[in-house]
């Protein structure tokens, strides 16, 4: 990232949305508040994905009043087309990715470049940190918080500081994507943990530092969890066909339980005996994780719903990783069904 003296550096924001009313503008003036380092200039670039609620007008309004803001036209309306449309039209040596749905500090863009300078790694980010909103969406955040419910994830951590297999959202010089490539559209999910798992795969390094802070707003409800832990569940087996490998064994493990319940169930009445024994430990383990989860977030009052919420992470994105497989092992399109981005 070296540059003659006196030349301004460049950022680029970019961020991808689609029927965001209610929340554009809230992410306008977390994007538009950052810091930068002495020097840098910043762009901030959303890819709206054909709206139809008002989202686009708002963008258009909002571009009028600051020059940073740049809204482009995304017509594949999923997220990774989105991206790919915001990093064609960037200007900046540095490109950083930000959500419509989570809340960046001041100097979430700053924290990121000097990441990236002082790690020297290809990507970077800070740890993801769910605050939800009324008593359910609490626990779906402190579930998501639990290393004992997403099977001790790095990017949970808080504290860890150094290299991860992936990371939440992410930074990186743009000389990354003129390396291998942009985001993989024929994604509608995990297009990030696969474009790490290729970066990864081609000798790059990728960082988590805890001075970058943001707040994610997960799911406020079990049956929008469940549809999106399904969306992402099915789109696991298209990056596996498309590498040959997972990112991680934990992303494996979902999908594991719900065969063996699926194949004791199957076998009644002649195992019975080993699916008491797994719904036990199922539930012992569930159990423990929720007085984890209570107590991480110092909420108990959340106990009563952590368990519901923490099976709904696992046995949908266990269904959804199946489903997956079987439209992988058929050699099917992906399903209309889980094209479109859940919310």
């Not at 979430?108 to 009324?134: F, H, K, M």
């Not at 707040?215 to 409800?221: A, C, F, V």
């Not at 058929?330 to 919310?343: K, Y």
Request: glycine share 8%; aromatic share 10%; hydrophobic share 45%.
């Amino acid at each position: 990232m070296s540059r003659p003296q006196d030349t301004p550096a460049w950022v680029s924001v970019i961020a991808p949305c689609r029927n965001e009313a209610g929340h554009i503008a809230a992410f306008c003036d977390s994007a538009l508040a950052q810091v930068l380092p002495p020097g840098w200039q910043m762009e901030v670039l959303v890819a709206d994905g054909c709206s139809d609620d008002g989202t686009r007008e708002l963008l258009v309004a909002r571009s009028t009043q600051d020059a940073r803001l740049q809204w482009v036209d995304n017509p594949g309306r999923i997220v990774s087309t989105g991206l790919n449309a915001c990093i064609a039209r960037a200007r900046g040596e540095v490109i950083v990715r930000l959500d419509i749905h989570t809340r960046f500090a001041p100097d979430y863009v700053a924290r990121c470049i000097e990441t990236l300078q002082r790690s020297g790694a290809d990507n970077v980010g800070g740890p993801w940190v769910a605050e939800g909103t009324g008593p359910m969406g609490r626990a779906v955040a402190a579930a998501f918080q639990c290393r004992w419910v997403v099977g001790g994830a790095r990017s949970r951590d808080t504290q860890h500081d150094g290299e991860v297999d992936t990371v939440y959202l992410g930074c990186w010089p743009r000389a990354v994507f003129e390396r291998i490539g942009g985001f993989d559209e024929a994604l509608v999910r995990n297009q990030d943990d696969e474009h790490n798992l290729r970066l990864r795969l081609a000798g790059g390094r990728i960082w988590q530092s805890p001075l970058i802070h943001s707040l994610y707003h997960p799911r406020n409800s079990l049956r929008h969890l469940f549809a999106q832990q399904r969306q992402y569940g099915y789109w696991r087996p298209f990056v596996m066909r498309k590498h040959g490998q997972a990112g991680s064994v934990r992303q494996l493990v979902p999908a594991a339980f719900v065969a063996a319940l699926g194949l004791f169930a199957l076998c009644l009445p002649w195992t019975v005996l080993p699916l008491a024994a797994l719904i036990a430990l199922y539930a012992a383990y569930v159990t423990l994780a929720s007085v984890s989860a209570a107590r991480s977030a110092g909420r108990w009052q959340l106990l009563a719903r952590l368990p519901v919420v923490i099976a709904a992470y696992h046995v949908a994105y266990g269904l959804g990783t199946w489903r997956g497989l079987w439209d992988v092992l058929r050699a099917r399109a992906p399903s209309a069904r889980f094209a479109r981005i859940t919310r």
